[in-house]
């Protein structure tokens, strides 16, 4: 800090007691300011680019004054903070959101007019920041726009990834992942914070010694260490003065280095090998709930989870005459799947190594502050990292968890009894020829609270993910440690932003936009959802949000699509148990069937258009092989004389935060088709009920809530329940498993080479997916058609037929969707996350007053 005696403080405050005045000529004045200061353009001579970059930093300086006063704010008030602990945040692009949320639409719009420019011209020139993999890094976005709207003193931490998630091409009809060096151009608005950085230490060794003071104790030296840099990313709230923060960690090498390795030979070397530390930070993992057992993965989890704690654990004493046995009334964390959770070992070597607090009490303050939040119940989504490479890379955590394990182990030998088979489901450890620590057994056991995210989800989670956990939490009394808290997604990016004309609707009808932080509100609207005047209105909406789908799947996919013709939408990660394949499958169905009318007969029939959209994992074979069967199909279909006009099919490339903004409001129907039990949540369901579309779902994740909330009407639910499918599966494996006679059709189609293009790879692959849905007992084992396509397809069939029947009618289907839009308020995440703040965190609202400065 400088001298205070000596530069003049007070003279530098009188200079800035105001705040940046949001009048459109000052965001002008700003905006030419930026160009010529800031980027060193000219008034006279810049791209679009440049605009939008100068635009972003008027946008950023008022972003830092509502943070900087946000904080100081939290600090004066000493109030409990809470910190979300993620490896991905899909944050989509930052400008509109910032506009809205500052409460700057018409002044921004209106200084840009005067320029001659249009706002959503330099919202395209954004780049889509992309950290994260689907809906787990996108709930964790739409977390953060409402902690900061509910005005809760609360921040992200994760990592700031070089390469987000890969660009996807689609070439011949296969996925080509292509580099997103998305902080290429830089990005207006984060901060680097060069003075706010942690040494991270990596591999050494632990020794044991004595202190400054005598006392013995554990040190853990040797090995790399690199340095985590805070880069801010302010998070404005909506409707409030507060702005919170996204902190993100960049790898940098540290800034000491060792002379004696700085030989004049090796010069080049040392450099070299000092530089490889940035690559911790280069590029995140496209794996979307599986686990992959990579060192480099299990050090980008440490490095921001160890600068993390560091951070707020900083924070934390600096309060005045602060205490440890505090710390549970002032800090909680939680943390965002098994990917932080080395965090319940991590906050144990910070107390008691660096802090020297007891382990005993350590322990219960670990275990007060932190909570695990699952997300899946796929078995290999819950990291397992062998005890070898934890033992080289962090020796010290590796005793941690240890002495952890012992004592936990003993208390259930108290318990259970010396050879109880609990003991060893609920170990840290799981023994085989490669010993390894179970993360999820590690962060139930550290957390407070654990929680699933759809009521369905978390009753799994206590029947069959943790089901040993979930019986000691009773046997101890504590059965409300497993809690759920359903997703959301904020009304903000995914109305407001994404569907403006929508807004407008919901605004002029309730009479203000309160709708927006009080999604209860829109039950207003339940009583215009027969009148005609609204439907009007309702309907010239989605027309206006189909024009833009159209223009944009021309651009993309370089096909007309008809804008009278129902909109039929699944976007999503590409996985087997989402069933893309049943989709398309049904898609080939229909064609077949149109195949066969006459042409007065197709007359009669719904005009749809389907497009379906995701990203592969890179390596994942069989959802790879799905993508260009879809690219494939629509290739014959689009092309077909016969047909075109009332089938049209695309794979819609590259889906991304940006694509679900235009994609979302358009469509009419959404697919969300996963088998029973088997998608946690899903919250893209939530964007399109939002947006007035209806659902063709099964009874899982939070499909089941949403159709309690909407009514029973507004989706075409079809597919065995989750308590159905292990009996469905056992019969299949013993050879009960009928195939519907229409699907035998497609199967034949495919094998036919209908869709292969004389292609004999494709083929092949097609033949190869088609075998294995049929080949229930293959080895053996349930490798055949684990995700029950066949089972579940007829009933898929009827269900697409009742979608066509209750579109025929106009305005039956413009009341589903009125009375479903309106009913969605259960899905904001203000709504969750004020159940996180109150059930789990204990985090109050501190909402900053403006007089403030
Ligand atoms: C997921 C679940 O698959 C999804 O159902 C859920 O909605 C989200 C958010 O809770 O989390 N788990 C996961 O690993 N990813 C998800 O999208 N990637």
């Known amino acids: ?101 500052l409460d700057l639409e018409q002044p921004f719009k209106e200084a840009f007019i ?178 992959e057992g990579k060192e480099l993965r299990l050090r980008q989890q440490y490095f921001f989870v160890s600068a993390s704690l560091q951070d707020l654990l900083r924070d934390f004493i600096k309060r005045p005459n602060y205490k440890w046995s505090e710390l549970p009334e002032k800090v909680a964390v939680q943390m965002n799947d098994t990917h932080p959770t080395i965090a319940v070992a991590e906050m144990m070597r910070l107390l008691v190594d660096v802090m ?68 060893s489901a609920l170990s840290i450890f799981e023994e085989g020829d490669i010993k390894k620590i179970r993360m999820g057994n590690l962060a139930i056991m550290g957390a407070n609270k654990v929680n ?91 027309r206006e949000c189909k024009a833009k789908l159209a223009a944009f799947v021309k651009e993309k996919c370089d096909l007309d699509i008809d804008q009278d013709a129902l909109i039929d939408i699944q976007i999503k990660r590409i996985h087997e148990y989402k069933r893309q394949l049943m989709n398309i499958l049904y898609v080939i169905h229909r064609y077949q069937e149109l195949k066969k009318k006459s042409p007065g007969e197709r007359e009669k029939t719904q005009k749809r258009v389907v497009l379906i959209g995701g990203k592969a994992a890179s390596a994942y074979v069989n959802a790879k092989i799905i993508i260009k069967l879809i690219s494939n199909v629509g290739k014959v279909i689009n092309k077909d004389p016969d047909t075109s006009k009332y089938l049209k099919v695309a794979f819609v490339p590259n889906y991304c935060v940006s694509a679900a903004q235009v994609m979302i409001p358009a469509s009419d129907i959404s697919e969300h ?24 779902g099964t009874m899982d994740g939070a499909n089941i809530e949403i159709r309690e909330e909407c009514g029973e009407d507004t989706m075409f639910i079809f597919g065995c329940l989750e308590h159905q499918v292990a009996d469905i599966a056992a019969k299949a494996k013993s050879g009960h498993y009928p195939i519907d006679s229409r699907l035998q059709a497609v199967f034949q189609a495919i094998r036919n080479g209908d869709f292969s293009h004389g292609e004999p790879e494709a083929q092949a692959e097609f033949c190869s997916l088609v075998d294995r849905l049929c080949n ?38 413009c009341k589903l969707s009125i009375q479903a839009a309106s009913s969605m308020a259960k899905f904001s995440t203000d709504r969750t996350i004020k159940e996180y703040a109150e059930v789990i965190w204990g985090v109050k609202p501190a909402v900053r007053p403006l007089e403030d400065r």
């Open 776 to 813: 229930i007992q293959a080895a053996g084992t349930w490798d055949g058609d684990k995700y029950l396509v066949i089972s579940d397809f007829p009933s898929f069939i009827d269900a697409q037929a009742r979608v066509d029947a209750t579109y025929a009618d106009k305005a039956k289907w």
């Open 114 to 291: 005067g320029l001659g420019m249009e706002l959503e011209e330099l919202f395209h020139e954004e780049a889509d920041p992309a950290l994260g993999n689907g809906g787990l890094g996108r709930l964790a976005a739409c977390f953060l726009d409402s902690m900061a709207t509910l005005s809760l003193p609360c921040w992200g931490y994760g990592i700031r990834y070089s390469y987000g998630m890969f660009k996807q091409e689609i070439q011949n009809g296969r996925q080509v992942e292509c580099p997103d060096f998305w902080i290429g151009d830089g990005c207006p608005f984060e901060i680097p914070r060069p003075d706010i950085t942690y040494p991270v230490r990596l591999y050494g060794e632990v020794t044991h010694g004595e202190d400054e003071k005598g006392n013995w104790c554990v040190n853990w030296v040797g090995g790399e260490i690199v340095q985590a840099m805070a880069y801010d990313n302010p998070i404005p709230g909506f409707d409030t003065y507060n702005t919170n923060n996204l902190r993100l960690w960049r790898a940098c090498p540290s800034k000491e280095f060792d002379l004696d390795m700085f030989s004049a030979a090796a010069y080049a070397d040392s450099v070299e090998s000092r530089r490889k530390a940035e690559d911790l930070s280069a590029v995140l993992y496209p794996n979307d709930a599986t686990y």
């Open 452 to 542: 699933g995210v759809a009521a369905i989800h978390t009753e799994i989670i206590k029947k069959e993910t943790f089901p040993e956990f979930y019986k000691y939490c009773c046997d101890i009394g504590k059965p409300d440690k497993i809690v759920n808290m359903t997703n959301g997604v904020t009304p903000r990016r995914w109305v407001h932003c994404a569907n403006p004309a929508l807004s407008a609707i919901f605004t002029k009808y309730l009479g203000s936009h309160e709708w927006l932080t009080d999604m209860t509100k829109l039950k207003g609207m339940l009583k215009f959802k027969e009148d005609s005047k609204l439907h009007s209105e309702w309907m010239e909406m989605k």
């Open 673 to 696: 088709i996963s088998t029973a039990g088997t998608e946690a949540s899903g919250t893209s369901n939530m964007k399109f009920v939002m947006n007035g579309g209806l659902i063709v």
């Open 356 to 423: 020297h607090v007891h382990w005993e009490e350590a322990w219960d303050l670990t275990t007060k502050c932190l909570n695990y939040t699952n997300h899946t119940v796929m078995p290999e989504a819950l990291e397992k990292w062998p005890v070898e490479m934890i033992e080289r890379m962090l020796p010290r955590h590796l005793q941690i968890i240890g002495e952890l394990n012992l004592r936990w182990i003993k208390d259930l030998q108290k318990k259970y009894g010396d050879h109880s088979p609990v003991i």
């Open 1 to 101: 800090e400088v001298d205070g005696d000596k530069v003049k403080l007070e003279k530098l405050w009188k200079l800035m007691d105001t705040y940046e005045p949001n009048d459109p000529e000052s965001i002008q004045k700003s905006f030419a300011r930026h160009l010529e200061y800031s980027l060193a353009c000219t008034r006279f001579n810049f791209t679009m680019e440049d605009a939008y970059r100068a635009a972003g930093l008027v946008l950023r300086d008022r972003l830092l004054e509502s943070l900087n006063d946000t904080n100081d704010y939290y600090r004066k008030m000493d109030v409990k903070r809470g910190y979300y602990l993620s490896a991905e945040y899909l944050i989509g692009r930052h400008m509109q959101n910032a506009i809205a949320n």
